[in-house]
């Protein structure tokens, strides 16, 4: 039967079947051409096969009529479009409801997103658009085509329409799974798919259909009985029956289904009570066609094709459940194969492609989760593939740690193959209802903390104390992105959740899972609160969680600290780790951790990155304020500083060692210990302020550091990651905190749209210490600083020679449960440590001001603490033991603690021997060594002392102290005073340390005598800050004074200060005078600070101690006593002090007034050049004019190699630097006065108008076929394409120092960085650096041009004939020399600038053409210049020129032009004038084929005369050439004009013109039009004039005027030139013109062509005024002129009018005009074929000066091995292109063989590029850039405005 059905062909039978399907017999009939057709042993690629498909499918129609059909019945509510990686499509966050939404271009641009946060993207792993889901997206953002409420009325298709389909599509799925079963071995995979597009483009076909097929595909793929029957063996055995002794088909089918379902792993370890879990079944069972399909996708790793087809039906509601049933199926067995595969990338995102499409829908989500346990097998499948990568961890003890972390280095986490799985788990727990279930399962929270487990103290830093690491690991990079995808994020989703009072059972039922686990790891690693110091890890995802929900659960829910029973063992464990890592960022700040290598310092900058901070630092940090305010105050304080290592240092004995830091480093962990300090105590994060105070103050801290991009804030702002979208208040604050800089174009570059901190900013927001904490460079912390500094003193804040402390915020508000972290502020431990401090600040001048701000800081913030319940006063001895510092003070409260006097301090002798002097010295040199070469680039928890500079080296107490080298102790008073001490010097010797100082010092005897407690030791002097201060006074303790006993190897350190005496006497240090401190009573003015408070050491101190007096009246009291000592005690030194400190002001305001002076020079110095620079410009015209009445002298030239000054001699020639290029600038400028708009859609087309290249082009190619080529190529001009044209920066070389200095560069081989092709002559030039390629000799000889520039009264006949003479006679060849050597080189580089192409325009090889292109590289300069001065001479102000080379250049042409080329002027001045007297050489002309006159461009005669004529050229001579040939222009401009004419106006004036002749040979307008109309008639160049497209330029009637203005326009461009000819030959300055109107007149007084009789200046002058003939009679001149041009245009009339009717007004080059709004040119090209391939470019480019399309980087349209872009920049600009890259949006610019991305023409609404469109939002054109690119490209300039050239090698 179905060889029957085959004979009837591929039309006959499919509507033969169709007619018989609804029949039994048809079916089987059906069934059985099936079954041959679709033979599993016939290869499943055969063509044939699948178009009977398609037209059995068709049921009779073709296939395309069939799909049509079926397409209108699709009732599909959503779009479904599936696309793969790098397609472009939408995110709305206004219409998201999932994070994960997106919709394709055509969806996005028919809805309304107006005014929404969207952004275009292109996908990574491939989407689906989701147009239509309600789960998904807002219905307001739907298309006019999807949604549920879309206009269309559902219809159903009728019943014959799909009965072929539901009959055949079965089979075809069948056939498809067949043939993946029989491949499948891994080695066959691609081989199958590959084999199976065919099929596989059929399946997409028909979902191509839309809904109606979609119901087809899905009862196919869903129903179990259909499945059955097809798989059943015995079914398939009849039909395919096997020989005999072999097994049938579908037994080996079947074995290979078998044998793949049980290769396929699933995670081992599976819980027992989880094991019947559909996902984690051991055995799989397939149902339907779709479960086998998606096993089959598994198996073979999603295939592409295979992914784009099971997501193309998603649309069917039907489909989604089942497929997403399918897909939960198979979860487990998808993570294991992540593990196992070789292309973890590929795979991730093709799994990703398919689950973000089916769990972004919470109702299905929620379904699947309760149905089939989601999070169950997500959970376990997650723990699968980290519980194969662990390792024993060997945090503290190894042998006594039974932890297991995982193993960074595996390929897991290399790979990041969990990612798929940990991405689907965020997206399921962004769902309310799956979290909820999360969150109430015990099960589940537990697995997912024993998951966390295995991350806590993974990649484990070990460091290095005896040589650096010889291999640094990368491992890091995997530890840190892990902790941040597989642990914050989904720890962000959860905490999401748990906002508001109602889901407080869910955070403390996950606190608790939490603890418990924290316990369990403390318990595992056997941990201290010691650990051990040479180890970190920066990863503790299980304490973060802890701080993270913990601090959420007290702000938001109103939790209570006591709820969660948190003991004190517990929290001395948890503060453990956290602490270790603030301890660790210090030390690898000061550089303990160097021979770590550098991935250290990578850990510690990422762990502060704005990425991470959220999930790292700041939870770190809140862990410690949490255990400050639970743990006892003092533990907590004298816990910090072990761990920092600094208790050694805060002793008071003479002697001391520290066994854990180098001197060096004691200071800086000091710094870094008060800092964290401080931040415990004044950060907010998570202590209870708002989102949105947070947000502000990263926001500040950002601005502060540097003004930033939009772009840059919304990446530098911390997020918290799995959380997408900017913060919803981000721009209201960023509006309030600082003000929007416009982008500008600067001398360095292009500048983006910025913001910067407003005022208020400085003055109340910023914050130090959050700084500190956000800054991942050093940089960023002292930019911030010195911002500051410069904000207060530009505002007359801060008036001081040095800088301002930084303006620590003041104590603010946080949430009630956390107030008792505050207690620190009052506990004594504190109190004491911060004594010792201030006491060796002002004994130690070595210890800088950062430890003192901090410690002052530390004391205001705890004075404006409220008090805390007090304690009992408790005793305290008068002698206190050195370091038990809780045992200082008699309370924990600060006021009455500052005024406690300190009297002795027992401290324990040091017995080991000191090191000597010299041994000093040399530590100390070496730690100044080690501390440059240490120096981070880096900080994390940075010390404070980078606001104030930088710390200097510091020594330990040993080398500073005064220790009396026999080391006896001397008897002395018991007040302090120094001994052999050193000069002070200045207020800056605190922070100088690049020495050290011992003095002697003198001991306190055995019997000490005690002051009273009322007694201080005054104030010291400033001769008193020395060193000899670092050790106070000791004595022994072979005594026991009362309540302290007999402590063996002790002494005693007189001490008698209290911190307010401290304070007095440091704020006398810092003012550099005694007793500057008066308290508020002793002073007539109030001190209290209202405003912003700003200032140095002793402003802030005073603050403090003013506060301090009045707040308490003990305080103040003593203050007084204190301040009246001082008085008392220094009034006997007063005047010597006096005097001292009156010499030390003097020598300071020396010193100041010769800075001063020193800079004031250096700034007239540096005036006085700019001046002289500009005196060189614009003074050109002075030093003109002294040379013509001055004496002859040699101008000299300054060489920038040698420095040398010299003429330039024959012999020794000096040449300007200059940069030879090929340009097509002037080609593009066109007659059209608008300009042309870039396509942006099909029905716009573009036109140029009549560019000047193609007109000239024409106009030569016209002449070359009716004329002589020798004639031809001297009546035009060529390089309006390609033209050479010269350029420099005004420097002069030396000719040998420019060889010489070619020679080094390539011997140096600099140009190899440079990107110099010095092979070919490119240098930079030695002073300016600007791209130079040649150097132009300097000829001009300014003695013998000056003579030769005064002109001669004398009348034109005459000069006409003396210039005959001079054409007549042969010119001398000079001799050669050095210098006509270098102009024949400079020749040379000129003819090799530009392409060949563009300088041969004859057949053969004749002196026309190079004399052609000679004077064509005059005129180039000459237009160029021209349109850089705006297309006229029109001057709107008086700013000088750019230095010009075009003078020496004509001297170069001139010569080569009369020695070379050689061709005879004087038959073409006899053709000009008609005064010729040799009759011979006449005749011989005739017989030529000459152009006619009236057919020359009369600028290019004046560059023939003006180049090969003698040089100096007579100014005089010069005149009567311009006259000559203005003659002809006006006799052309009057043939020009008579065509325009109408037939009856061109009447009237011919008539008219013969009335008005008078005896002058009718000199008049009408007269001349009248004579040259009546001589031009007889030659039919007036025949259908009227009808001639855009000739006439008006029907009205021609007024003389209308004549007149038409003549000057015609003209114009013409004295323009001559104009700019005369300033460049004569040196005449141009003159001043300020109106367009005015022009022509100002040009031909300047010209010399308006005679004594004519108007001058002021009055009018018309153009025939200024008409002068050489002959003496004119109209004979006329005649022959006109006769020439009648004797062509008889032979040829419409040719020889277009030849006449040649219009010399070019509008100024433009770029085409682009659209205001990019997404139009994206759209646009992106999907448009290139004209060349006609295919879809990979990465598209649009001329912006044709608007041609190209390929960048493209093979495809490769011509004779140059790519398109290159081929198109010499075609379209002589080697210069500007490209837009559509896929970028970035201008590519190519130069010859470089190329650079100079930047985007397009900004956002924020001012802000954005290059590769990686942010997506709409851009919006920059007019000002695009300006800036046009003037560049006119300019030529853009060589020197683009610094990063690179060479494209061909390959762009």
Known sequence: ????????????????????????????????????????????????????????????????????????????????????????????????????????????????????????????????????????????????????????????????????????????????????????????????????????????????????????????????????????????????????????????????????????????????????????????????????????????????????????????????????????????????????????????????????????????????????????????????????????????????????????????????????????????????????????????????????????????????????????????????????????????????????????????????????????????????????????????????????????????????????????????????????????????????????????????????????????????????????????????????????????????????????????????????????????????????????????????????????????????????????????????????????????????????????????????????????????????????????????????????????????????????????????????????????????????????????????????????CPSFPLRKKTEVLDRVLDKQFKDWFPMSYVLPNLSHTIKEVIVPKLLQPTRTSVENATANADQLLNSLLNDEVFVLLSPAGLLAGGAGIVTDAVTQGNINPQGTHTQGNATHQGSNLADYTSDDDSMDTSETETASHSTASSTATHAPPSMHTPAPTPAQYSDSGAIPKTSNNSFTSSGTSHLPNTEVVQVNESILSLLVKLHSRLCGKENSYKPPSKRSTDSKVTGMKVGDGPYYIKLFLDKVSRLSSEANKLLEEICHVNETTDDGDDSEQNSISERRRKARERQQKLLAQFASRQKKFMEQALESDVMDECGSSEEAKVKVTSKPTIEEYDCVICGQSSPSTEANPMGMVVLLQATSVLGHRSQNPESCHLPVSDGMTLYQGNLCSAVHDVRLSTLQKYFDDASCLQAVSIGWEGGVHTQTCGHYLHLHCHKSYLQSLRTEQIHMTQNLAVEKGEFTCPLCRQLSNAVLPCTRQSTAMSQAMVPVETDMETVSKQLASIMNTSQTIPTSSALTKAMSCVMEDITNATYPKFTNYCKTQCPENLFLFIYSVARTNLELELVKRGGNLVSTSRTPQKRSCIGSLLDVLGMHCRIVVKLPLLPRWSRLTQIYGNKDKKSLMTDKKEVPLLYHDVTSMLLQFVLSLPQPLPKEHYICIVKTLYSLLYIQSLAIISCRFPEGERIAWQENGNRLKTESHGMTLEGLMSHVITLLSPSWLYLDADMLPGIAICQSVWSPQSVENAIQEQCLPFLRIAALLQHFIFQDDLPPCQNVDLEFEVLVNYLGLVGKDLPTKGQTVYSLRCLQFVHSDPNTVIKVWCEELARFVKKLQQTGKNLLLYNPTFYAPRLLELPQNYDKIFQYYRKRQCHVCCQVPKDPAVCLVCGAMVCLKSECCRQQSILESVQHAINCGAGTALYLGVNSSTVIIVRGQRACAWGSLYLDSHGEEDRDLRRGKPLHLSRERFQVLEQLWKTLSIDHSCKRWMWHHNRL
């Open 1 to 864: 039967m179905a060889e029957m059905l085959l004979n009837l062909g591929k039309n006959g039978a499919p509507s033969y079947l169709k007619a018989q399907i609804t029949r039994s017999r048809g079916q089987q009939q059906l069934s059985d051409l099936l079954d041959n057709l679709l033979d599993p042993q016939k290869p499943l690629e055969n063509w044939d096969t699948l178009d009977w498909c398609r037209h059995l499918l068709a049921g009779g129609t073709t296939f395309n009529e069939f799909a049509k059909t079926v397409r209108v019945y699709d009732n599909a509510t959503t779009c479904g479009l599936v696309w793969t990686a790098n397609f472009v499509a939408y995110r709305c966050r206004t219409c998201g409801i999932s994070p994960c939404m997106s919709l394709c271009s055509d969806c996005f641009q028919g809805g309304d997103h107006s005014g929404h946060d969207f952004n275009m993207f292109r996908s990574q792993a491939g989407g689906a658009c989701d147009c239509g889901d309600i789960s998904v997206m807002q219905a307001a953002g739907f298309c006019s085509r999807h949604g549920p409420e879309r206009p269309v009325r559902f219809q159903q298709p009728p019943n014959e329409l799909l009965i072929m389909a539901e009959n055949i599509v079965p089979r075809l799925l069948l056939r498809f799974i067949q043939h993946l079963r029989d491949n499948c071995k891994p080695e066959a995979y691609l081989g199958a798919i590959q084999e199976a597009e065919g099929m596989l483009e059929l399946l997409h076909d028909l979902c191509k259909m839309g809904g109606a097929m979609h119901g087809v595909l899905t009862t196919a793929l869903t129903n179990p009985q259909l499945y059955k029957n097809l798989t059943d063996i015995s079914n398939t055995s009849k039909k395919y029956k096997a020989e005999k002794g072999k097994r049938s088909y579908a037994e080996m089918n079947r074995e290979c289904y078998l044998a793949a379902l049980e290769s396929m792993q699933i995670p081992k370890n599976i819980p027992r009570h989880l094991k019947d879990c559909t996902g984690l079944q051991a055995e799989l069972e397939h149902k339907t066609l779709l479960e086998e399909l998606v096993f089959w996708a598994v198996k073979y790793e999603f295939p592409q094709k295979m992914v784009t087809l099971l997501l193309n039906m998603l649309p069917f509601n039907d489909y989604k459940e089942p497929f997403t049933r399918a897909f939960v199926q198979h979860y487990s067995r998808i993570s294991v194969a992540l593990t196992d595969t070789e292309h973890p990338e590929t795979l991730s995102n093709r799994v990703v492609h398919i689950s973000v499409q089916l769990f972004s829908n919470e109702n299905l989500a929620t379904k699947v989760t309760d149905e089939m346990q989601l999070l169950h097998v997500m959970v376990i499948s997650l723990l699968n593939m980290i519980e194969d990568i662990l390792i024993p961890s060997t945090i503290g003890e190894p042998d006594q740690n039974f932890h297991m972390v995982v193993n960074c280095a595996h390929r897991t986490l290399v790979f990041n193959c969990y990612w798929p799985v940990v991405s689907d788990l965020i997206n399921v727990l962004s769902h309310k209802q799956v979290a909820e279930r999360f969150l109430k399962d015990q099960t589940l929270l537990k697995y997912w903390m024993v998951f966390l487990s295995y991350f806590a103290g993974m990649n484990l830093n070990i460091r290095e104390l005896s040589q650096h690491v010889e291999f640094e690991p990368n491992t890091y990079y995997a530890a840190f992105s892990t902790e941040l995808e597989a642990c914050a994020a989904p720890m962000w989703q959860m905490a999401s959740h748990c906002k508001t009072k109602e889901t407080l059972p869910l955070s403390k039922s996950l606190l608790q899972v939490c603890k418990n686990h924290l316990q369990d790891w403390f318990d595992a690693l056997n941990i201290s609160d010691c650990p051990n110091p040479y180890q970190i890890s920066y990863h503790l995802p299980l304490h973060r969680y802890f701080a993270v929900l913990f601090s959420q659960a007290v702000r938001k829910q109103d939790a209570k600290i006591h709820d969660f029973d948190l003991t004190e063992d517990f929290l001395q464990k948890l503060m453990v780790h956290p602490l270790a890592i603030q301890v660790a960022n210090c030390e690898i700040h000061c550089g303990m951790w160097a021979r770590n290598g550098l991935q250290i310092r990578g850990q510690a900058m990422t762990y502060a990155q704005s990425h991470f901070c959220n999930s790292m630092i700041d939870p770190d940090l809140f862990l410690l304020q949490l255990c400050g305010s639970q743990l006892d105050p003092d533990y907590f304080t004298s816990k910090i500083f072990e761990r920092f290592c600094i208790m050694d240092w805060l002793t008071f004995a003479p002697k001391y060692k520290n066994s854990h830091l180098e001197a060096d480093r004691e200071i800086p962990m000091l710094e870094g210990a008060l800092t964290l300090f401080a931040m415990l105590l004044n950060n907010r994060q998570l202590l209870g302020i708002s989102d949105k105070e947070v947000l502000q103050a990263e926001i500040v801290t950002q601005l502060c550091a540097r003004d930033r991009t939009h772009s840059q804030l919304i990446d530098l702002v911390p997020d918290k990651t799995g959380l997408t979208g900017p913060e919803k208040d981000f721009e209201t604050i960023l509006k309030q905190v600082s003000d929007y800089k416009e982008p500008v174009f600067e001398a360095g570059g292009m500048q983006q749209g910025m913001y910067t901190p407003k005022s208020e900013v400085w003055e109340k927001h910023y914050d130090p210490l959050h700084s500190i904490l956000r800054a991942v460079h050093k940089r960023d912390i002292q930019s911030a600083m010195d911002r500051y500094t410069a904000f207060v003193k530009n505002a007359n804040k801060f008036s001081g020679s040095g800088s301002p402390w930084p303006p620590f915020q003041p104590l603010k508000i946080i949430h009630r449960e956390f107030t008792s972290l505050r207690r620190v502020l009052h506990c004594r431990t504190l109190h004491g440590i911060l004594f010792t401090i201030l006491y060796k600040a002002l004994h130690n001048k070595s210890v800088p001001e950062p430890p003192i701000y901090m410690a002052l800081n530390l004391l205001d913030m705890a004075v404006d």
